[in-house]
């Protein structure tokens, strides 16, 4: 390398040294930190104790720690093709640009711009409370609102609910992958006589499909970390129904002091995550057609 | 020419920046930590600007919050070595922090007189003491209790609760104001933790905890299983609210309780909450009553005296001579007391207690008259809690209780499984 090449690169690591030593400091270091740490027995306020394999065999007899394992599956098996199918619904109804799609547009994708936030979580909270708004509602038409968030079996879909309320994000991006798809195939199609169901599942579906891939796959991510609302409408939920995994884990590292066995867990639900994500990679072979790859 | 003047410039400026930084390291600057009620802010932070008018060379920041983020927030502090000089603290937690070398021993201070304990009995002061050494000043003795409407009572004819009363005594009062009132008897016992377990056993004579602290206290899974079919039949009757009611509640406000919008003709409390819980009900008159005694001949009482939370300094304080003024002027000064108003209990200094009788306002006086009334009528304050109580308390007791309310599982089933989760923990620790 010459001179003026080094030089080059140097000058180059410096600009990005702010970002670099962030990234070290505050993701690196920490992510080698906690898988260390899920080896000791840690209570921040002693120095680490090695004990090797303990924390990970203690899971599989955690009672809580199983039932953290069902909510958060049962959570993203349920929110987020909710959440994708409202998603690509009101995509579709937006899809032509006119002012009023605009603005539809807008307020759909408001709700998950203020995502986590805390103060979504606790107005939800009232809204499903005892006597919250929808019960004030449901009793002007006469009907006697169940107890949404102390009965275990509703409780987990106040939370389902707020995540599909909040299908904007998603929303935008399949609009832009509707934008992308040839107006021509419509209107060959038409000519041909295809009705407007078959128009969508031979045309929309398969061109969108790498768009429902992205979205697919992001959304699991975000809903295997679902942790704010769980934290704030329902703590936990009754009877641990909603007990999300990364609340348990909160639960474990900060209430208990017991950083080791939360580590643990944490690096459990990356491997959960991962696995879920090469599994829809995987199968996408099988459902996802791109256009660059010719007939598929 | 042009350089000289920009670095001249440069050197002003930056001396600019150093000045105040400078005059503002002449006052010290202590930090304290507290939880509590709104109401208990407001009173804090008025008596905080009177310390500061009295040593106008300290400044004071405030850190308060509910108690149930106190914790966390503090031991995240710790572990960061960033904990305030000043913080409150709990009879759960303090001898944990005062082994782990958290907390500074005040004797030195108490002995220059900088902490002038002359006034307070030994007995308020021995639950801070952790191996002969004190580490923490109580802010005020208080003990649980049944707050409760006298107005709500003789609207329902009921007789109103006396000393020695029994869980039996207790239950009839309720299922009357059930019936002529259509009101909670009592509310707030299943999201206490364990405390009125704590004292069931207590009252029969036993502790949740063995003496080693290695194993569950009682040896007959009877008093498990009675004071849960007790807290079933008060459930089905409508005495006290269902589990779906305080699960949608959640963690409550003292200010948001039954007992002020009058939905419930008890609560429990501990009895320096009734300051707070009088504010919110608008000062309408709410008396304490003692915890009801087990429902067996020679029930021992079910009330002890406790520290309601001490002030400790921590021992990485940069100041702990200002750290223990401020630990003074809190026990000492009658101006202070006026406006703390025994929120947190009653204060342990006799000299307070008498200059302060004649400002109490009723619910003031009514916690004075409790404490007195549970002097007579208590058992000796049992031991701190072992370690690993905490993870009992989150991960076993609070689950199981929400099981058996909910009906999934029957008391007894519970017992044995309790006693096993328990015992479990505590061996491992």
Not at chain 1, 259 to 269: D, E, K, N, T, V
Not at chain 1, 288 to 293: A, F, H, M
Not at chain 2, 185 to 192: K, P, Q, S
Request: aromatic content about 14%; some cysteine; proline content about 5%.
């Amino acid at each position: 390398m010459s001179k003026r090449e080094r030089y080059n690169n140097i000058t180059g690591y410096i600009f990005i040294s702010p970002w670099l030593i962030g990234f070290f400091v505050f993701t690196f270091f920490p992510i080698i930190a906690s898988f260390i740490l899920a080896f000791t027995k840690y209570d921040i306020l002693t120095p680490p104790r090695w004990i090797a394999f303990d924390n990970w065999l203690r899971m599989l007899s955690d009672e809580r720690y199983l039932h953290s394992l069902k909510a958060t599956f049962y959570y993203v098996f349920t929110a987020v093709p909710l959440r994708l199918v409202f998603a690509l619904l009101v995509a579709l109804l937006l899809r032509p640009t006119t002012r009023l799609t605009s603005l539809f547009r807008g307020i759909y994708y408001l709700p998950s711009l203020i995502g986590g936030s805390v103060a979504i979580a606790i107005i939800w909270r009232q809204i499903f409370g005892l006597d919250g708004l929808t019960n004030f509602l449901l009793h002007l038409v006469g009907i006697k609102g169940p107890n949404w968030l102390g009965n275990p079996s509703t409780a987990i879909w106040t939370l389902i609910v707020l995540a599909a309320w909040q299908f904007g994000s998603s929303m935008l991006i399949f609009l832009a992958g509707l934008k992308q798809i040839p107006g021509s195939l419509y209107e060959a199609a038409s000519i041909d006589g295809a009705s407007i169901w078959s128009q969508f599942i031979k045309i929309t579906l398969p061109m969108l499909s790498p768009v429902i891939l992205f979205n697919l796959i992001i959304q699991i991510i975000n809903g295997f970390m679902v942790f704010t609302q769980a934290y704030i409408v329902t703590s936990g939920g009754p009877l641990d129904t909603t007990l999300f995994y990364a609340l348990y884990v909160y639960q474990r590292a900060f209430q208990n002091l017991e950083m080791g066995y939360a580590s643990a867990m944490a690096w459990i639900l990356l491997i959960i995550i991962a696995f879920f994500t090469i599994l829809a990679f995987k199968s996408s072979r099988l459902w996802v057609y791109y256009e660059s790859e010719g007939i598929g | 020419m042009k350089r000289l003047i920009s670095i001249v410039l440069v050197l002003l400026l930056s001396l600019s920046v150093f000045t105040p930084i400078l005059s503002a390291q002449e006052k010290i600057p202590l930090r304290v930590a507290w939880w509590g009620s709104q109401d208990r802010h407001n009173r804090t932070l008025k008596a905080i600007e009177l310390f500061e008018k009295k040593y106008p060379n300290i400044k004071v920041y405030p850190e308060y919050t509910a108690w149930s983020d106190y914790w966390t927030k503090l031991n995240t502090q710790a572990a960061g070595k960033n904990l305030p000089d000043v913080i409150q603290q709990d009879y759960a937690y303090i001898s944990e922090w005062a082994t782990r070398g958290l907390l500074l021993p005040l004797d030195e201070y108490v002995s220059k007189g900088i902490i002038d304990l002359s006034n307070v009995a030994e007995n308020s002061l021995s639950p801070g003491k952790i191996g002969g050494k004190l580490y923490g000043v109580n802010l005020g003795t208080n003990s649980l209790g049944f707050v409760y409407d006298p107005e709500l009572f003789k609207k329902a004819g009921v007789s109103l609760p006396k000393a020695g009363w029994t869980w039996n005594d207790c239950k009839e009062a309720m299922s009357k104001l059930k019936s002529k009132l259509g009101i909670y008897g009592i509310e707030g016992i299943t999201t206490a933790d364990a405390q009125v377990f704590k004292v069931w056993l207590l009252s029969h004579g036993y502790w949740l905890y063995s003496d080693d602290g290695k194993s569950v206290g009682y040896k007959d899974d009877k008093f498990f299983v009675d004071w849960f079919n007790l807290l079933l039949e008060l459930q089905s009757k409508g005495g006290m609210p269902s589990i779906e009611v305080d699960a949608a509640r959640g963690s409550l406000g003292v200010e948001d309780m039954f007992i002020v919008t009058q939905k419930s003709a008890m609560a429990l409390l501990w009895s320096n909450q009734l300051v707070a819980v009088s504010k919110a009900a608008k000062e309408r008159p709410l008396r304490l009553a003692l915890m009801p005694r087990a429902p067996i001949p020679n029930a021992r009482p079910a009330n002890y005296l406790k520290a309601s939370m001490f002030f400790s300094v921590t021992s990485q304080s940069k100041y702990p001579k200002e750290a223990a003024m401020f630990i003074d002027f809190f026990t000492n000064s009658l101006d202070a007391n006026k406006i703390l108003f025994a929120e947190r209990g009653v204060p342990i200094s006799s000299k307070i207690q008498k200059a302060l009788l004649p400002f109490l306002g009723s619910a003031q006086r009514e916690m004075f008259t409790y404490i007195s009334l549970v002097e007579k009528n208590s058992v000796p304050v049992p031991p701190p809690d072992p370690p690993g109580a905490n993870d009992v308390i989150k991960n076993v007791w609070n689950p199981t209780v929400e099981q058996i309310m909910y009906g999934k599982i029957a008391p007894d089933k519970a017992a044995a499984e309790f006693r096993d989760k328990v015992n479990k923990i505590l061996q491992q620790k």
